[in-house]
C-alpha cells in the first residue's frame, strides 16, 4: 500500500462527499467568491519556476529578498487561496520572511473533496520531496541563508519528512500532519521539529492525539530538538480561518473555530523559526 493510500484510509471520514459545488460562474457566487480570494492573493506573489532534474515546476514566492525563507506546503486541496494566505502572513511575522510554495500538483486545484482525494492520492510522494529540496536550494541561492519548511495536512507529513529526508532543511513546523514509515522515520530527523495538533483531530494515526504523542516519543528518543503541542477543542485544520475555509471546514463536518488557538500557534512558530532561522 503506497503513501497516498495509508493517508487516506487514515483520513477516511473526510472521504464523505461535501455537497457538490456548482461550476458555473455566472451561476454561483461561491465560485466568485473563490475566483476573487485567488487572485488577490496571487497578485502578492511572484510566480517562478524551479528546475529539478528532468523537470521544471512553479512555485510562488513573497516577502522581502534576502529575508530567512520558508518553504510552505499546500493541504491536500493544491496551491488554494488558504496556502497563500499562510504564506503572506508568515511572510510578515517579525522582521519578515521569504516564503515560497511549491506548487506540488503541477497547476491543480481541488474544490470538493473527491477532487482532493484524486489528486492527492495521485502524488509521487518522492516526487514532492524533490520539490521541497530543489525549493529550499532556490531559496538558499537567492539570498536567504538559512531555509526551514512549514506544512499543513498533506503539507504537515511533507515537512517532518523533509527535516529528514533533506540535509538543506534548517527548521521545521508542521500543522496536523505525520508522515508514513514508508515515507520518513521522524526519529531519523536532522532538523529541529515542532508540530501542532488538535485535540479532536479524527485523521486517525495521522494527525490525532495518539499520532502527536507517537510522534513527540520518537523525537524525544532520538535526542531532536522538538516541541509537539496539541490544543484543546481543536479539531482537522484549525489554522484555516478565512470565512471562505470555515465554510469549507463546515462542510466537512468541522465546526470548531479558535483565534485563540491560532494565535498562539503562529506565536510559536514565530519562536520556533526565529531560534533556528
Not at 94 to 105: F, V
Not at 149 to 167: D, K, N, Q, R, W
Request: overall charge negative.
Amino acid at each position: 500500500m503506497g503513501t497516498a493510500q495509508l493517508l487516506l484510509r487514515r483520513a477516511s471520514f473526510l472521504l464523505t462527499p461535501s455537497p457538490p459545488l456548482r461550476r458555473n460562474p455566472v451561476l454561483s457566487p461561491l465560485f466568485q467568491v473563490r475566483a476573487a480570494m485567488a487572485a488577490d492573493a496571487t497578485s502578492q506573489f511572484q510566480k517562478i519556476q524551479i528546475q529539478r532534474e528532468d523537470t521544471t515546476f512553479d512555485a510562488y514566492v513573497v516577502g522581502k529578498e534576502n529575508a530567512p525563507g520558508v518553504v510552505v506546503l499546500q493541504e491536500w486541496w493544491g496551491v488554494d487561496y488558504e496556502v497563500k494566505n499562510h504564506a503572506i502572513h508568515i511572510s510578515q511575522i517579525g522582521d519578515g520572511y521569504r516564503a515560497l510554495i511549491p506548487d506540488l500538483y503541477r497547476g491543480k486545484v481541488a474544490l470538493e473533496v473527491a477532487e482532493a482525494q484524486h489528486l492527492m492520492d495521485g502524488l509521487d510522494w518522492q516526487g514532492a520531496i524533490k520539490d521541497i529540496q530543489s525549493s529550499v536550494k532556490w531559496l538558499k541561492e537567492n539570498g536567504s541563508s538559512k531555509v526551514g519548511v512549514t506544512g499543513y495536512c498533506m503539507g504537515g507529513a511533507l515537512a517532518i519528512a523533509s527535516g529528514v529526508l533533506v540535509p538543506e532543511v534548517d527548521a521545521v513546523v508542521a500543522f496536523y500532519g505525520t508522515p508514513s514509515s514508508e515515507l520518513a522515520d521522524p526519529s531519523k530527523a536532522q532538523a529541529p521539529i515542532q508540530a501542532h495538533f488538535g485535540e479532536l483531530d479524527s485523521f486517525v494515526g495521522f494527525a490525532d492525539v495518539t499520532a502527536a504523542k507517537s510522534l513527540e516519543e520518537k523525537l524525544k528518543s532520538a535526542g531532536v530538538s522538538h516541541e509537539v503541542h496539541i490544543y484543546p477543542g481543536c479539531s482537522h485544520a484549525f489554522m484555516n480561518a478565512s470565512p471562505e475555509a470555515l465554510e469549507r471546514r463546515k462542510g466537512m463536518g468541522l465546526n470548531d473555530e479558535n483565534q485563540g488557538a491560532i494565535d498562539l500557534a503562529w506565536s510559536r512558530f514565530s519562536t520556533w523559526m526565529g531560534r533556528f532561522l
